[in-house]
């Protein structure tokens, strides 16, 4: 199936236009780039890929590193916050193993409402180990282990501002929603 996109993008020389129409147009030594709009699916970070579905049903792998941004609302974030159902636009590159995004923009957040996944909201205390501000990220260890705690897409401005008054080695109370067993996203500091 790859194959097939691959061949049948490779002999079309209108670029990126007809994929994300088709998936990345292609042809000649030159990178082709652009932008692919659509529905997250799916975020593996094992393989560091994520998985877009366009308006007309086509679903995208599309890797990314370390280096890539997702920005909502004027506010960084790491790619693990991205959700099933959040509306984006990826710029997207053709890379050597199919394609690449640096860039990803929330159009539309599936937590609009800022209550995100449906787990029940806990109180959590411990240690700050290491504070993450580019990605909106920190670790505290607490009573349930070192847990990784993301800002979610919409945090109020009162727990940015704290957020970004962390220090390693901080006591800090707040509530959040477990995501896995050490994975919590932020509902408010108090």
């Known amino acids: 199936m790859v194959m097939v996109i691959i061949a049948a993008t490779g002999a079309c020389s209108s670029g990126l236009g007809s994929v994300l129409g088709s998936v990345l147009g292609g042809g000649g030594q030159q990178q082709q780039s652009g932008q692919l709009t659509g529905t997250?699916?799916?975020?593996?970070?094992n393989n560091q890929q994520i998985t877009i579905q366009q308006?007309?049903?086509?679903?995208?792998?599309?890797?990314?590193?370390?280096?890539?941004?997702?920005?909502?609302?004027?506010?960084?974030y790491s790619v693990s916050s991205l959700e099933y159902g959040d509306r984006v636009t990826a710029s997207v590159r053709q890379a050597q193993n199919g394609y690449y995004t640096d860039?990803?923009?929330?159009?539309?957040?599936?937590s609009t409402t800022g209550t995100g996944s449906s787990g029940s909201v806990q109180s959590i205390q411990?240690?700050?180990?290491?504070?993450?501000?580019?990605?909106?990220?920190?670790?505290?260890?607490?009573?349930?282990?070192?847990?990784?705690?993301?800002?979610?897409?919409?945090?109020?401005?009162?727990?940015?501002?704290?957020?970004?008054?962390?220090?390693?080695?901080?006591?800090?109370?707040?509530y959040g929603v477990f995501l896995n067993n050490s994975r919590v996203e932020l509902r408010q500091f108090y």
């Open 40 to 45: 997250i699916r799916a975020v593996n970070a």
């Open 126 to 174: 411990g240690n700050v180990r290491q504070v993450d501000s580019r990605n909106g990220l920190f670790t505290v260890e607490s009573n349930n282990g070192v847990l990784t705690v993301a800002l979610p897409y919409n945090p109020r401005s009162a727990d940015v501002e704290r957020f970004q008054r962390l220090r390693q080695g901080e006591y800090v109370r707040f």
């Open 55 to 76: 308006s007309n049903g086509q679903s995208v792998a599309v890797s990314y590193d370390n280096q890539t941004q997702v920005v909502y609302q004027n506010q960084r």
């Open 103 to 110: 860039y990803v923009q929330v159009d539309q957040s599936v």
